[in-house]
């Protein structure tokens, strides 16, 4: 495929834009001088980065979007083609987590989490692909998926079959539009813990979810501490996180894979898949 997306001055659609991985990208969106489309659930920290980052209403779109819900990702991608005619950048990056022991997931657990995490990718590639194909430019997508795409971690059932599914949903957009030789690039990120507010992610869980319930069995709630605590000390920040990120796209790199540490994990999975071995238990 023979094409080279040209951010610059570009525009940059960028959803769960209000907090961690998704703020620095838009950050680096920003110091490319690109029009930014920020999207999140959560209007007041939008309307606070606004301030924050000085966004003009000619360069920017702040829109409270639920990407779980078709007809909101609908409308933020009618507003951004209108405004700004193009979009060379697609980051579907908002995302939840929750930890518990698979059987302890309740059904609308299971729901909030798939929605969230894998039904928002899908209808933002329903809606900004097809005219994507359409401008005039080359552009760029960019799937926010987690190692937990790659491994299989107890204690996180729901997020694991999340991120695997965009794992695999990225990788079939790539070979879909390599075969049609259309000039958008695919990536898809996968890192390991970050400090954000990703533990807090019930914060955001919109009603028609259901109410969150903290884990009340002993090992849940070990691997629900294990989550905050791995989150909270994770060594990359989501700066160098939106760094790699922007590197990949200028390569043309399909996966991000930041922390090359886990790399031994991820071929150990691939091991016992070859050779029929059975899963080695995570200590925890
Ligand atoms: N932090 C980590 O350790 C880590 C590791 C791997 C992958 N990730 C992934 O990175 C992405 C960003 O998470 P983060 O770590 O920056 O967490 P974060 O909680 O700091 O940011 C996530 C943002 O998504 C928004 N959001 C939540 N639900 C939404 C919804 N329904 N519609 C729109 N926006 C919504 C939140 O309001 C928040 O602003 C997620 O997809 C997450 O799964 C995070």
Redesign the pocket.
């Known amino acids: 495929m023979s094409m080279s997306v040209q951010l610059q001055n570009g525009t940059a659609v960028i959803?769960?834009?209000?907090?961690?991985?998704?703020?620095e990208l838009a950050k680096q969106a920003l110091e490319l001088n690109m029009n930014l489309v920020l999207?999140?659930?959560?209007s007041e920290?939008l309307l606070r980065l606004k301030h924050d980052l000085h966004l003009t209403d000619a360069k920017s779109i702040l829109q409270q979007?639920?990407?779980?819900?078709e007809k909101?990702i609908a409308l933020l991608c009618e507003k951004a083609f209108q405004k700004f005619g193009s979009v060379e950048l697609l980051c579907n990056?908002?995302?939840?987590?929750l930890n518990r022991l698979s059987w302890m997931h309740s059904h609308q657990d299971w729901e909030w989490l798939m929605?969230?995490?894998l039904f928002?990718v899908a209808h933002a590639i329903r809606y900004f692909v097809p005219r994507m194909l359409d401008q005039n430019s080359p552009a760029h997508i960019v799937n926010?998926?987690?190692?937990?795409g790659l491994l299989s971690t107890p204690g996180m059932a729901a997020?694991n079959a999340s991120?695997h599914s965009v794992v695999t949903l990225s990788e079939t957009l790539y070979q879909e539009l390599h075969t049609l030789k259309a000039p958008i690039g695919v990536s898809v990120?996968?890192?390991?813990?970050?400090?954000?507010?990703?533990h807090?992610?019930q914060?955001?869980?919109?009603d028609r979810f259901g109410s969150h319930q903290d884990p009340s069995d002993p090992l849940s709630m070990k691997y629900d501490d294990r989550m905050s605590s791995?989150?909270q000390s994770?060594k990359m920040t989501?700066t160098q996180i939106a760094q790699e990120v922007f590197l990949a796209i200028q390569k043309q790199q399909f996966y991000i894979i930041p922390h090359r540490r886990i790399n031994s994990l991820i071929e150990q999975r691939m091991q016992e898949i070859l050779h029929l071995q059975n899963p080695k238990v995570s200590e925890s």
């Open positions: 959803t769960g834009a209000a907090s961690g991985i998704g703020l999207a999140d659930i959560d920290s979007t639920d990407v779980s819900d909101d990056n908002a995302g939840v987590s929605n969230v995490n928002s926010t998926a987690s190692v937990a997020y991120k990120l996968c890192p390991a813990w970050v400090p954000t507010q990703i807090l992610a914060r955001n869980r919109p791995a989150v994770g989501a």
